[in-house]
């Protein structure tokens, strides 16, 4: 019973020994890396990687854990993929996870969300459901190009895509601007994200937010590294890394600090 007892006591000491012993080693170079524009997860200081934002607090907490430097930029998600895919950078944040993505990306999740729907004051106010924009076949539905959204939303828009009701735009900003100016009727949009985008001068009834997905299907937004430049091992190391910010209470932290206390605990992967 003794050494039971010892053994528990002993096993957090040897957990938290692990997580600590995973310390990825630096590349012989500066880690390439890519930010999205994404409202409270990046925003940047005119298209400088010096601005702030969830995924900014996290990448200088990977940075300083592991003593590795980061050499940072903002660039529309399209380039992005094309640049990642050729080994021109090493790792992205804010990334879903496709099959066509895992195979040549090793992908970490670090925060969960749930796509919503917006109407923007070209959607009649009698449109709340889906069937109902279905139905409205004038209407536009408004994207960022590059972006995969969920099982659920992806299968619409390629339909939509089709029917040619569908708009394409470089980043969020671009996308909740064009809502608002009525060139696209509906977008999606993350809960916290897309109220950063909208002027203190707009009125907030001309943007109302709606739920298609009954089935609430919850969405994995991942850190992703490079197959072309890390190993299997040396991405686990970072992703062992990403897993300590988590289990420490760091992530959390990090959360409360753009969000609320209930909706950062809903953030956690």
Same mark, same amino acid.
């Given at each position: 019973?003794?050494?039971?007892?010892?053994?528990?006591?002993?096993?957090?000491?040897f957990?938290? @020994?692990?997580?600590?012993?995973?310390?990825?080693?630096? $590349? $012989?170079?500066?880690?390439?890396?890519?930010?999205?524009?994404?409202?409270?997860?990046?925003? @940047?200081? #005119?298209?400088?990687?010096?601005? /702030?934002?969830?995924?900014?607090?996290?990448?200088?907490?990977?940075?300083? #854990?592991?003593?590795?430097?980061?050499?940072?930029?903002?660039? $529309?998600?399209?380039? @992005?993929?094309?640049?990642?895919?050729?080994?021109?950078?090493?790792?992205?944040?804010?990334?879903?996870?496709?099959?066509?993505?895992?195979?040549?990306?090793?992908?970490?999740?670090?925060?969960?969300? &749930?796509?919503?729907?917006?109407?923007? $004051?070209?959607?009649?106010?009698?449109?709340?459901?889906?069937a109902?924009?279905?139905?409205?076949?004038?209407?536009k539905f408004?994207?960022?190009r590059?972006?995969?959204?969920?099982?659920?939303?992806?299968?619409?828009?390629?339909?939509?895509?089709?029917?040619?009701? +569908?708009?394409?735009?470089?980043?969020?900003?671009?996308?909740? /601007?064009?809502?608002?100016?009525?060139?696209?009727?509906?977008?999606?949009?993350?809960?916290?994200?897309?109220?950063?985008y909208?002027?203190?001068k +707009?009125?907030?009834?001309?943007?109302?937010?709606?739920?298609?997905?009954?089935? /609430?299907?919850?969405?994995?937004?991942?850190?992703?590294?490079?197959?072309?430049?890390?190993?299997?091992?040396?991405?686990?190391?970072?992703?062992?890394?990403?897993?300590?910010?988590?289990?420490?209470g760091?992530?959390?932290?990090?959360?409360?600090?753009?969000?609320g206390?209930?909706?950062? &605990?809903?953030?956690?992967?």
């Amino acid at each position: 019973m003794l050494n039971r007892y010892f053994l528990a006591c002993l096993l957090p000491f040897f957990l938290a @020994s692990n997580m600590a012993a995973a310390t990825p080693k630096c $590349p $012989p170079h500066p880690i390439r890396l890519d930010f999205l524009e994404l409202g409270i997860y990046y925003k @940047s200081e #005119r298209g400088v990687a010096a601005g /702030n934002g969830i995924d900014r607090d996290l990448v200088d907490e990977l940075s300083k #854990r592991s003593g590795c430097v980061f050499n940072a930029k903002v660039q $529309p998600r399209a380039r @992005s993929w094309i640049e990642l895919k050729a080994g021109r950078i090493d790792m992205m944040t804010a990334t879903l996870s496709t099959p066509e993505r895992e195979e040549f990306l090793w992908l970490f999740p670090y925060v969960r969300t &749930h796509h919503i729907i917006l109407l923007g $004051p070209s959607a009649p106010s009698t449109l709340h459901t889906l069937a109902q924009f279905q139905a409205a076949r004038s209407l536009k539905f408004g994207v960022i190009r590059g972006f995969a959204h969920s099982a659920f939303y992806d299968p619409l828009i390629a339909e939509w895509t089709k029917e040619d009701r +569908v708009r394409v735009y470089v980043d969020e900003a671009h996308l909740i /601007n064009a809502l608002i100016q009525g060139e696209v009727a509906a977008a999606t949009s993350y809960p916290g994200v897309f109220q950063f985008y909208i002027n203190a001068k +707009v009125n907030p009834n001309s943007v109302r937010m709606v739920d298609w997905d009954k089935g /609430n299907l919850q969405v994995l937004g991942n850190f992703a590294i490079s197959k072309a430049n890390f190993s299997k091992d040396e991405a686990h190391e970072w992703g062992m890394l990403i897993k300590a910010i988590q289990q420490d209470g760091t992530l959390l932290k990090i959360y409360r600090k753009y969000v609320g206390a209930h909706e950062a &605990h809903n953030m956690l992967p």
